[in-house]
């Protein structure tokens, strides 16, 4: 069982180490999702290109994978990226975003899970009900609005989670105002953030990324690493919030001041400030 003070190595280690993450991510999320892995103590690369994706992939301590904007290159890409990252022992996590929303997304993420050996799986609630069940009910890539982890069905989830973690052999997230964080027999569950946070694009990007980030600095632990991106992640997201709110700001300002709350966590006890539980 992790205790908060592993969660604080977790960043610490991240951050002394410098890891280089490639993300091949959301073109709407990208530089969002490059400022939070460097305010996450990372160094980013953001190699499309299926001419250099292995070779990038190659020198990098962990490896992104986020379906937010695809195309049939960037999907080759993908896919050339994680058997590069497969073959050289780099931790992959993927973000399987609106996984539900058409026939295409649903068969790219089929090819990524069917090719490549995946470390963390992190998707809102409607993406990882497709992947566990294959139920549709995505609102474009937003999660739709019946599916919300809640306190009362956090046991489903859990059970949930671990079969998809049992089947790919990958930590699983469930990311919302309940974080679920299980592999094949543990399970964390988390409950810090704000509601501002589904106010902005990419918040669920840049928590995926975050997560990419802390597994370079951690490859040999990806749920410690899943657990500390989303314990760091809510908390920024309090913090971010008032201190927008002292400044009277709206969605903007609560963007840059999210990613300013992550580059500064590591100067602060924010362990104290996690709620969270194992089951």
């Not at 050996?117 to 609630?125: C, M």
């Amino acid at each position: 069982m992790l205790m908060s003070n592993d969660l604080s190595a977790v960043v610490q280690r991240t951050i002394e180490k410098g890891p280089l993450v490639h993300a091949i991510t959301n073109s709407i999320t990208i530089n969002d999702c490059a400022n939070i892995i460097l305010a996450g103590g990372g160094r980013p690369t953001m190699a499309e290109s299926p001419e250099e994706a292995e070779e990038i992939t190659a020198c990098a301590d962990a490896l992104v994978l986020n379906l937010g904007n695809p195309s049939p290159e960037k999907i080759k890409a993908m896919l050339l990226a994680g058997r590069e990252a497969n073959r050289q022992g780099i931790p992959v996590v993927f973000d399987p975003v609106g996984v539900g929303a058409s026939r295409f997304r649903m068969k790219a993420a089929a090819d990524l899970l069917g090719n490549i050996r995946l470390s963390i799986i992190r998707g809102n609630a409607s993406e990882l009900r497709y992947l566990a069940q294959g139920q549709k009910s995505t609102s474009g890539v937003d999660a739709g609005k019946d599916d919300r982890v809640t306190e009362q069905n956090l046991s489903e989830w859990i059970t949930q989670l671990q079969g998809l973690s049992a089947r790919w052999g990958a930590v699983t997230v469930v990311s919302g105002e309940w974080d679920v964080v299980a592999d094949a027999s543990h399970s964390c569950i988390l409950h810090n953030g704000h509601s501002m946070m589904r106010k902005i694009t990419g918040s669920g990007c840049m928590l995926s990324a975050l997560m990419g980030t802390y597994c370079g600095g951690n490859p040999g632990d990806p749920f410690a690493a899943a657990v500390a991106a989303s314990g760091v992640m809510g908390i920024s997201g309090e913090r971010a919030y008032r201190n927008v709110q002292k400044q009277g700001g709206g969605t903007s300002s609560f963007r840059i001041a999210l990613i300013d709350a992550v580059s500064q966590i590591q100067d602060t006890h924010w362990e104290e400030e996690l709620h969270f539980a194992y089951r």
